[in-house]
């Protein structure tokens, strides 16, 4: 179903994705490096997309859930470890002894029936790069490629005692049998995760294909709309269709919601909770990236509102922040903190303007308070 409210399994529910998809299968069956980089705004079916690709995938695959950790100032080896084994334990049965008897030979992992259990602390801490020899070995031993998924990658830039980029670098130089997707939202704050632009980073200089997904522009959003109520014998008059369109910017996540809702629910009603929705996770994901920013959140919520009113140049920007502040902002820390909401995707730069191109966010900004 078109607008079903969860991530998408199959091929047949995505809409107008073929592109990307074709993208990320070429990766997987190919021969075009070991990483790959799936990028895109939040609710564009990043995680849609790898869900659909890796059911099609001939072969094991191991999922790492960001997202169910994003809440956390920092990510401990513990929260990274837990969401690994559960990546583990949720490999299909068809490969899931070979998977399991590679790993008996890993210090730190613990094998229970058809349980796997990775140790995060003391003596016999597993050591990513140990786990990820292992299980190299075992899709080598089949004639297999394993695929490790990590969704919402960035988060990983708030680990606290161990470096994810370490781990990934030796894996792209040494391990053949590992392919590597990495979801990232916050697409400045993953590139600087990998080290793009960090010649010093474990990663720098290494080759990555890139999908990314952008939002749908107006014909394909009235389209999807339309398909979505034909399949579910909805009616709904243009003049509805055309205002969701508008309000909603074409972005695929919000655009399904408003179809789920108008099940059950008249096309008001049914918008209006969705922009609630909207507004309340925009709020909230504005609220985890300040949370770990204490001494600043004041200027980042004034800068954030000035973008968010229209100003979109540096020295309007700053003005505007100021006297909302009633103090100067050093132009070295201003500029930091510009360039972090850029890296966090909470504001956009094109042609050295500062915009918010979505309505939805736009109006959520403005709700923050210092």
Same mark, same amino acid.
């Given at each position: ?29 190919? +021969? ?7 990028? $895109? ?8 997309? %790898? ?17 169910k ?12 470890? !837990? ?17 399991? &008897? ?10 229970? !029936? ?5 140790? *995060? ?18 899709? /080598? ?33 040494? %391990?053949? /049998? ?20 960090n ?9 990555? *294909? ?21 399949? %579910?014998n ?7 269709? @055309? ?5 909603? +910017? !074409?972005?695929?996540? *919000? ?6 809702y ?9 918008? +209006?909770e ?9 709020? /909230? ?9 204490p ?6 919520? @004034? ?6 009113? $229209?100003?979109?140049? *540096? ?6 922040? &100021?006297?909302?502040? $009633? ?12 360039n ?13 303007k ?5 309505r ?11």
């Amino acid at each position: 179903m078109l607008f079903s409210p969860e991530p998408k399994n199959r091929r047949e529910d995505l809409y107008d994705r073929e592109k990307e998809l074709k993208e990320l299968d070429v990766f997987l069956r190919g +021969n075009l490096g070991p990483m790959a980089l799936l990028l $895109g705004l939040r609710r564009t079916g990043k995680t849609s997309l %790898l869900k659909v690709s890796l059911s099609e995938f001939k072969g094991p695959t191991i999922t790492v859930d960001m997202r169910k950790i994003e809440e956390k100032g920092t990510i401990s080896y513990r929260d990274f470890m !837990g969401l690994f084994q559960e990546g583990i334990n949720n490999i299909t049965k068809s490969w899931k002894s070979t998977i399991i &008897e590679a790993l008996k030979r890993v210090r730190g992992v613990e094998i229970s !029936g058809f349980k796997v259990y990775l140790a *995060w602390g003391g003596k016999n801490r597993v050591t990513l790069t140990d786990l990820l020899d292992k299980l190299n070995d075992a899709a /080598s031993e089949i004639g297999a490629r394993i695929v490790i998924a990590i969704d919402e990658a960035q988060e990983l830039i708030k680990a606290a005692g161990f470096r994810i980029d370490r781990a990934l670098a030796y894996a792209y130089d040494n %391990l053949k /049998s590992i392919k590597f997707v990495l979801t990232g939202s916050r697409i400045g704050l993953l590139y600087r995760l990998i080290g793009v632009d960090n010649p010093k980073a474990p990663l720098f200089g290494r080759a990555m *294909w890139e999908i990314k997904l952008s939002y749908f522009n107006r014909d394909q959003s009235m389209d999807f709309l339309m398909k979505g109520f034909e399949e %579910l014998n909805i009616k709904a008059s243009m003049n509805e269709i @055309e205002e969701a369109v508008e309000e909603l +910017n !074409g972005i695929p996540g *919000w655009l399904s919601l408003y179809g789920y809702y108008r099940i059950k629910k008249k096309h008001k009603e049914a918008l +209006n909770e969705v922009k609630q929705t909207a507004e309340a996770m925009i709020i /909230s994901e504005a609220e985890n990236f300040l949370k770990i920013r204490p001494q600043a959140r004041a200027r980042y919520i @004034e800068i954030l509102k000035a973008v968010a009113l $229209g100003c979109d140049r *540096w020295s309007i920007i700053k003005k505007r922040a &100021e006297s909302a502040l $009633g103090e100067p902002i050093p132009p070295k820390n201003y500029t930091e903190i510009l360039n972090n909401l850029v890296a966090a995707g909470l504001i956009d730069k094109k042609d050295n303007k500062y915009i918010i191109p979505d309505r939805l966010m736009r109006n959520a900004y403005m709700k923050l308070r210092t």
